[in-house]
T-cell receptor, first 116, second 113 residues
Framework: DAGVIQSPRHEVTEMGQEVTLRCKPI?????LFWYRQTMMRGLELLIY????????DSGMPEDRFSAKMPNASFSTLKIQPSEPRDSAVYFC??????????????FGSGTRLTVV | AQSVTQLGSHVSVSEGALVLLRCNYS??????LFWYVQYPNQGLQLLLK??????LVKGINGFEAEFKKSETSFHLTKPSAHMSDAAEYFC???????????FGTGTRLTIIP
């Protein structure tokens, strides 16, 4: 298995632009999680899906952030408009239905976003 | 609410010395506990997990951790540090029926040659 695939690996954009981050989970995994990692706040859960349905988006910082999972093999996290304080590493992770709490997560390599 | 506290944001040990990374948890229900490792510019990789079976858990790369309920701890150890162990280590917590992992703030491990 290729693992969790995230693209792009690096993104540099200007303030005000739209940014779209992409994630392909491991085939057969039912849960998908989006995390953000910063020096100041550590790892923060933004949103997670079960069978393509958003379950908890309480971590999404504001309305500028949105996430979708149109099918079992693809998810996007969109920021519009982007701001410098959105600069961070964004991770996607997936887990099987047997229980993320029991199994743990498999993380992608992350997208390093820089908003200038 | 559940949480984990990692004592020491930076730990340095000499190559060949014992590695001890500390994690204490807070939970009103029996916890599931995890250790993850993050190498530079990479995602997090699962080292080991405790899910209410044996209290001494062995993971990859020679690491192990012991669940101690009386001390609410889940410290990570390795008898002999190797240069390749230099990374950031995260403790995380969840519980039965809870899909979310809550992570600690991480401990950066430096190995001194």
């Amino acid at each position: 298995d290729a693992g969790v695939i995230q693209s792009p690996r690096h993104e540099v954009t200007e303030m005000g632009q739209e940014v779209t981050l992409r994630c392909k989970p491991i085939s057969g995994h039912d849960y998908l999680f989006w995390y953000r990692q910063t020096m100041m706040r550590g790892l923060e859960l933004l949103i997670y899906f079960n069978n393509n349905v958003p379950i908890d988006d309480s971590g999404m910082p504001e309305d500028r952030f949105s996430a979708k999972m149109p099918n079992a093999s693809f998810s996007t996290l969109k920021i519009q408009p982007s701001e410098p304080r959105d600069s961070a590493v964004y991770f996607c992770a997936s887990s099987p239905l047997t229980g993320p709490a029991n199994y743990g997560y498999t993380f992608g390599s992350g997208t390093r976003l820089t908003v200038v | 609410a559940q949480s984990v506290t990692q004592l020491g944001s930076h730990v340095s040990v000499s190559e060949g010395a014992l590695v001890l990374l500390r994690c204490n948890y807070s939970s009103s229900v029996p916890p599931y506990l995890f250790w993850y490792v993050q190498y530079p510019n990479q995602g997090l990789q699962l080292l080991l997990k405790y899910t209410s079976a044996a209290t001494l858990v062995k993971g990859i790369n020679g690491f192990e951790a012991e669940f101690k309920k009386s001390e609410t701890s889940f410290h990570l150890t390795k008898p002999s540090a190797h240069m390749s162990d230099a990374a950031e280590y995260f403790c995380a917590i969840s519980n039965f029926g809870n899909e979310k992992l809550t992570f600690g703030t991480g401990t950066r491990l430096t190995i001194i040659p």
